[in-house]
Each structure stands twice: as structure tokens, then as C-alpha cells.
């Protein structure tokens, strides 16, 4: 009888963590740390070489960048999609200070890292590395936290990554894309042009959607532009709502919901995860102590810490003091340094645009050790203020 209810405790127990959205981030961290000391352990040599084994025609850790890494761009353009016109940026006076912010918060890190780059033409590519927030690894330590923080911080700081999140695939977009295959990329335009018209006539089965979706992804990966970003296009398509007139109670059942509800787990829970092994490992073997003072480790780290601090928390100060905009409520200025601080958690999309930017293995180690010293002194400082500022602010 023991076992039984002890056993149900441990389901139970299992079933709320899964249910949590900071939980991904969690695990992302321990991910992180499991992929370092495995590219520091005696199974080094075969972490790199698993990662560089092809099947078909990509390598292993290809086939994770290029094509499993489309599910988590796909939830990400439903996510926005869904905030944009019916969640918590649904309206101009609810995107103002979260949408500044994320501006702010992307332009400031990318002047910290040209600062540091600005005489180097082989690095200077790699600005946009310390632009993005890490929404899993930012909600995980915030979580950490419970009711010491207000709940319109958390919903600020969820506004703020996902409009981030859409700036980065935009720079992804402009800026990191290859010579363009002109056929293929003609062709994507047909299947989304389709894929719009499914939208029109009101289709509202999903299958339609991911069959073309597919095709979408083939097409987007021969025409040079990075691939992933066929998620982010067949998100745009995926009707959010049943029908007009319909009530909002029965919106949970649209197409959008129903796939967004679907890839939510597997994507915190196996695809980032398996995103962050494969490429956050780094081997410290022949690292010395001068790559973490050279310009581009520095241009990362300071991006991330202190461009991401200054241009939150300088754009927020700035609005509220111009009276465009009120702090989030019950929040105080020690507590949104502190979120401005785990804004310079750039694990996942830093990852991702460093790899983009640069193709030489030693120079991504140095981006890779970049935003581990920026994402883990803005995690560990953000979560210092936040432990010091909530005892005094949060009943």
C-alpha cells in the first residue's frame, strides 16, 4: 500500500514539474552543465565525433540545428502569433513597455559587442549573439523565486523574450542568410502562398498545414535562407481562431492552440534540451586564460550582462519617466534590475545565431565560453537582487 501511494506522490510530483514552464529551463540548465563536463571528460572525443557523424545529408548535429530546431521556432512564431492578437500583446498600450524594452535590450548588446569588435572584420559579424534572451533559462531561475516576485514581472518578462524572440528571427532572417537559391526560394513562396490560402478558405485540420510544412522546410533549406525559419512561417498561417462569431471559451479547440498545446512538452523537454547537449559543450583543454579577455568573448559576455541590464532597465526608466508607461505593478526598481539582468540569459538563440556567424569550431568555442561568463554572471546577479529586493517588496 506503501509503494502505491508513494509511488503516486512521485507521479504526481513528476506531473507538476512537467506542467510548469519554468521546468524547461531547469533542465536546460543541467543539460548545459552535462554538456561541458562531457566535452571535459574522457568521453570527449566521442561527443564530438557522435555530433559530426552524417546521416544521409547531414551530420548529426545539422539534422538537430536545421531540422529539429524548426519545432522550436515553429511553437516560437505560435507563441507570438497567439500574444500578438489574443494573449498579453494584444494591444498597443500592453506592447509599449515590454516591446521598448526588448529594442533597448537588443540594441545596447549589440553595441557592447562592436565596441570590442570594431577593428576585427572576422568577428564583427557575430553582433546579434548577445541580442537574445533565453525565455526557459530566464523563467527557470525566476521561478525559483515563487511569490517573492510579482506575477506582472513574470508576464513582463514573458512579453519581453517573446518579442525578443521576434526580433531575433528577423536578424536571423536579414542577416545571417546564405547565397540564395532563387528557384528554391520561388518555390517556398508557392507553398506559403498556399498555406495562406488554407488560412482564407478556413481550413481548420492541421494535417494540411504540417504536409506543406514540411515541403516548406526542404524548400527554405535549398534556398540558402536558414531553415528553421519555415517554422516561424507556417506559425503566421495556422488559424488562431475557429470562426467568426464563435465564443472565446471554444477558441482553446483552434488549430493554433491545439498545436501549440502539442509541441509545448516535447520542445522544453527533448528538442532544446537536445539543442543545448549537443552544442554547449566546449572543451577547456587548450582554452587559456587570455581567450576570456579577447574582443570577442568580451563583446559576448559584456553584451549580454551589461547591454542587456542597461538597455532594459534604461528604456523602462526612460518611459516611466516620461509617463509613456508605468512599472509593472507592485514591482520596484531593484526588482526590475533584476529582471533586466536574467534578460542576459542568452543560452538558446545565442547559441543558435553564433553558430550562424561563424563556421570555424574554435571560433564558436570562444562564442560558446562568451555566453556561458555572460549568462551566468547575469543569472546569478539577477537572482541576487531579486532575492534582496523581494523579501523587502513581496507580502
Known amino acids: 500500500m506503501s509503494s502505491t501511494i508513494s509511488r503516486g506522490r512521485i507521479q504526481s ?28 571528460s574522457p568521453l570527449a572525443e566521442t561527443y564530438f565525433h557522435v555530433l559530426h557523424v552524417y546521416i544521409g545529408p547531414l551530420s548529426i548535429q545539422h539534422w538537430i540545428n536545421d ?86 514581472l513574470k508576464i513582463f518578462l514573458a512579453a ?29 513562396a508557392l507553398v506559403i502562398g498556399n498555406l495562406v490560402i488554407f488560412n482564407r478558405m478556413g ?39 475557429l470562426t467568426p462569431g464563435t465564443p472565446e471559451a471554444t477558441h482553446s479547440e483552434s488549430p493554433l492552440h491545439k498545436l501549440e498545446h502539442f509541441l509545448h512538452k516535447p520542445v522544453a523537454f527533448v528538442i532544446v534540451p537536445i539543442f543545448g547537449f549537443a552544442n554547449a559543450g566546449v572543451s577547456f583543454a587548450d582554452v587559456s586564460m587570455s581567450i576570456f579577455v579577447e574582443p570577442l568573448t568580451m563583446g559576448v559576455a559584456t553584451g549580454l550582462l551589461l547591454g542587456k541590464l542597461i538597455g532594459v532597465l534604461g528604456t523602462v526608466a526612460v518611459l516611466v519617466k516620461l509617463n509613456l508607461a508605468e512599472l509593472p505593478m507592485k514591482a520596484s526598481w531593484g526588482q526590475m534590475a533584476g529582471i533586466a539582468l536574467l534578460c542576459g540569459i542568452g543560452f538558446t538563440m545565442s547559441l543558435f545565431i553564433g553558430l550562424l556567424a561563424f563556421s570555424d569550431p574554435g571560433v564558436q568555442d570562444r562564442v560558446k565560453i562568451g555566453i556561458l561568463m555572460g549568462s551566468i554572471s547575469s543569472g546569478v546577479l539577477g537572482a541576487i537582487l531579486l532575492m534582496v529586493f523581494g523579501r523587502r517588496t513581496v507580502a
Open 13 to 40: 510530483t513528476l506531473r507538476q514539474f512537467l506542467d510548469n514552464e519554468a521546468s524547461g529551463g531547469i533542465i536546460l540548465m543541467f543539460v548545459a552543465a552535462l554538456a561541458i563536463v562531457t566535452a571535459n
Open 67 to 152: 531540422a529539429l530546431m524548426a519545432a522550436f521556432f515553429l511553437l516560437v512564431g505560435l507563441e507570438i502569433k497567439r500574444e500578438m492578437l489574443d494573449g498579453q500583446l494584444s494591444s498597443w498600450s500592453r506592447r509599449i513597455l515590454p516591446g521598448a524594452a526588448a529594442a533597448g535590450g537588443m540594441v545596447f548588446p549589440a553595441l557592447f559587442y562592436i565596441y570590442f569588435n570594431w577593428n576585427d572584420p572576422t568577428t564583427i559579424g557575430g553582433w546579434a549573439i548577445p541580442t537574445a534572451t533565453d525565455i526557459a533559462f530566464a523563467l527557470g531561475v525566476l521561478s525559483l523565486f515563487g511569490n517573492r516576485v510579482p506575477a506582472s
Open 160 to 188: 519581453l523574450a517573446i518579442i525578443d524572440d521576434l526580433g531575433a528571427v528577423i536578424v536571423i532572417a536579414l542577416f545571417y542568410t546564405a547565397d540564395l537559391n532563387l528557384l528554391a526560394l520561388f518555390g517556398a
Open 203 to 241: 481550413v481548420k485540420r492541421l494535417w494540411p498545414y504540417l504536409v506543406l510544412g514540411s515541403v516548406l522546410w526542404v524548400l527554405v533549406f535549398l534556398s540558402g535562407v536558414h531553415a528553421t525559419l519555415a517554422g516561424v512561417i507556417l506559425a503566421l498561417t495556422i488559424p488562431l481562431k
